[in-house]
Structures are given as C-alpha cells and as structure tokens.
C-alpha cells in the first residue's frame, strides 16, 4: 500500500484547508485510514480515524467539532477538511493505513498556521 498525502500549505489562524490522502495497492474499502499529526519537538499523535466502509469516525478531542475526516472508496482517496484552525495545529499530517496487522503511512504534508 502506497500513500500520498497533498493540500498541506500556509494558512492564517480561524482559516480552513482540505488535506488528501491517495492511495494504491490492496482494497482501499476494506482497511480503516488515519491522520496523524507530528508538530516540532512533539511525538506524533492520532487526530482522526474513518471505518473502511466510512460509516464509523472518531476525533482527538483537540480537533473535534473543527475537522471532518472522509473517504471516497471509488477514488480510493481520504480527506481531512481542516476548520477554526489555531496555531496549536502547526504540524507534519501523516495519512495512515491499517491494513491487516499492518501499518502503512505517507510522506507526511506541512501545515502551518499562523496566528
């Protein structure tokens, strides 16, 4: 499984962004996805999860309310539309796949909030 992760940029606090994740290999619709975040000097930490077949979502309490993750199983493609962003936000956004008892994540895109 091959992820690739796009949309990250430069944006002023309260703004918005729309992050994507493509993928490739296996059957997209049967492993569950997952962003996570890595800001400078912190460890990475999970911020949001989507069920393979879309219907379960779950947030990390400090995003909740603000971003929507999503899928598209035809276009084998996740997104996480990013709102009300602060600068605590600032970080590296990994794309990860869970496929089977295995672990897949992309490149990682910059988003950087400024206040």
């Known amino acids: 499984v091959q992820l690739v992760e796009s949309g990250g940029g430069l944006v002023q606090a309260g703004g918005s962004l729309r992050l994507s994740c493509a993928a490739s290999?296996?059957?997209?619709?049967?492993?569950?996805m997952n962003w996570f975040r890595q800001a400078p000097g912190k460890e990475r930490e999970f911020v949001a999860a989507?069920?393979?077949?879309?219907?379960?979502?779950y947030y990390a309490e400090s995003v909740k309310g603000r971003f929507t993750i999503s899928r598209d199983n035809a276009k084998n493609t996740m997104s996480l539309q990013m709102s009300s962003l602060k600068p605590e936000d600032t970080a590296v956004y990994y794309c990860?796949?869970?496929?089977?008892?295995?672990?897949?994540w992309g490149q990682g895109t910059q988003v950087t909030v400024s206040s």
């Open positions: 990860n796949a869970e496929v089977s008892i295995n672990r897949y």
């Open positions: 290999g296996g059957t997209f619709s049967s492993y569950g």
């Open positions: 989507i069920s393979g077949n879309g219907g379960s979502k």
